[in-house]
Each structure stands twice: as C-alpha cells, then as structure tokens.
C-alpha cells in the first residue's frame, strides 16, 4: 500500500509521464522497486510539451516582450 501510495505522490511530483517513463525503464532492467522508479522520475527529461500543457502565461506576449524592453532600456541609460 505504502508503495503504491508513493508512485501516486511521484505522479503528483514529476507528471505521470515522466512516472509512466521511469517505471518502464525500471521494468525493461528487470527491477521491480519503487526505490529505482523514484531515482528515475527525478532523472528522465520531461517533455516539452508536458511542460508546456502544465504551464500557462498570465499576460500576453507583448506585454512580456514590452517590459523586457523597458527595463533594459532603463539599464542602458
């Protein structure tokens, strides 16, 4: 239970891709321990474009872009 409990709160920590990932790797070695499919998750890449679904902007683009100008702008002068 407690191990199932831990591959739950991993999934909650990393994305259930890159802990779908590490427990596919542990299993094509041949190990079947949640210590290796915790070592894992930490370690596999996460995709980009989990990354990208998980986060969003709260402003648009140019409002970014506007004040990065203007705050190099101010350090020029």
């Not at 930490?42 to 004040?67: K, M």
Request: charged share 25%; hydrophobic share 40%; with cysteine.
């Amino acid at each position: 239970m407690r191990r199932i409990l831990g591959v739950l709160s991993l999934a909650k920590k990393y994305g259930t891709a890159a802990v779908d990932e590490a427990c596919a790797a542990a299993l094509d070695m041949g190990v079947q321990e949640y210590r290796l499919c915790s070592a894992l998750s930490g370690t596999l890449p996460a995709s980009p474009t989990q990354f990208a679904a998980s986060r969003s902007l709260i402003r648009e683009l140019v409002q970014y872009r506007d004040f990065i100008n203007y705050r190099t702008k101010e350090i020029e002068e």
